[in-house]
């Protein structure tokens, strides 16, 4: 399977994000419904379910996806939890597996929960530091006589970054940076909801010298409770322009608005615009017709 950054150096790509279902939900249900997206987009990514999240199988839910309906997933992956031990098999797992992209996260706690890091890394770059590691045959010493890396065969994967228009435009900056030196070759941004708020993150990082493909991630939204429950969910700061829409039309308005910001999206000769439908499959077959 291709890796994101070469079908990005084909044009604007259209990608959709999964979520597992809870567990004890039906697999093949699961499946069947996400199957209407085959040949409809460029890439799949699959979420990773933060600690205490009951929400398994995000590993084999990439497979079967990038198996079934032929195109290529990115598999999320989290560090907050994990030693580099941990992460080290985790990452040959998914190598076996035959997924050649990640989305390398530093992950947050359960909603609610307070809780502290227990794994190794509290920045997502180092894991990141560790994958591009691997892609380089270095793997971690099985004892003290090793040195500091043992040579191992070369994976292959491309390491996407998230990227936080929402945080100050200085601390992203430099996060970033980071993120491109420990090997980072694409960007998908956090949820934004106009193509200015895109726009403005993009030519921002880009004045200090970002120019990796940034793909906007875009949570469409068709009703004004699903503006204000992500609002209040993901604190984050949605127009009020986009809100009296919802609240006076719904979902017509909703379909236009967000068809209109991806076509702006393509004008720009943005990378790609990536959904996070949270499952709605209909939801975002729509927006890729009408943003046509």
């Known amino acids: 399977m291709k890796k994101i950054t070469e079908l990005l150096e084909k044009g604007f ?22 199957s209407a997206l085959k040949g409809k987009i460029d ?36 560090c907050r939890e994990r030693t580099r031990q941990e992460i080290e098999n985790d990452l040959a797992d998914i190598n076996y597996f035959g997924i050649s992209n990640i989305l390398a996260l530093r992950g947050d706690p359960p909603a609610g929960s307070s809780e502290q890091w227990s794994g190794d890394y509290k920045y997502a770059y180092l894991l990141m530091k560790q994958i591009n590691e691997m892609n380089n045959g270095k793997y971690l ?39 491109i030196q420990n090997g980072a070759e694409a960007v998908i941004t956090q949820m934004v909801f106009s193509f200015e708020e895109y726009k403005a993150y993009v030519e921002s990082i880009g004045k200090a010298g970002i120019v990796v493909p940034v793909i906007a ?24 322009n986009l809100k009296k829409g919802l609240e006076e039309k719904g979902r017509e308005f909703g379909i236009a608005y967000f068809s209109d910001f991806i076509r702006k999206l393509r004008k720009y000769k943005a990378a ?16 890729i017709e009408k943003s046509k």
């Open 43 to 78: 890439f799949l990514s699959v979420t990773k379910g933060a600690g205490g999240s009951l929400r398994g199988g995000s590993l084999p839910i990439a497979y079967f996806a990038q198996k079934e309906l032929g195109v290529p997933c990115i598999a999320h992956f989290v």
């Open 217 to 240: 991630g875009i949570r469409p939204l068709v009703s004004l409770k699903q503006a204000l429950d992500a609002e209040s969910f993901f604190k984050v700061k949605i127009g009020e």
């Open 272 to 287: 790609g615009a990536h959904l996070f439908a949270l499952n709605d499959t209909s939801l975002a077959l729509e927006l």
């Open 141 to 179: 010493p099985r004892n003290n006589n090793e040195g500091e890396f043992r040579a191992g065969n070369k994976t292959d994967f491309c390491i996407i970054a998230a990227g936080h228009p929402e945080d100050p435009v200085e601390d992203e900056i430099m996060h970033m940076k980071l993120k």
């Open 13 to 34: 790509c259209f990608s959709v994000e999964i979520v597992p279902p809870r567990n004890g939900s039906d697999f093949e249900k699961f499946m069947k419904e996400i």
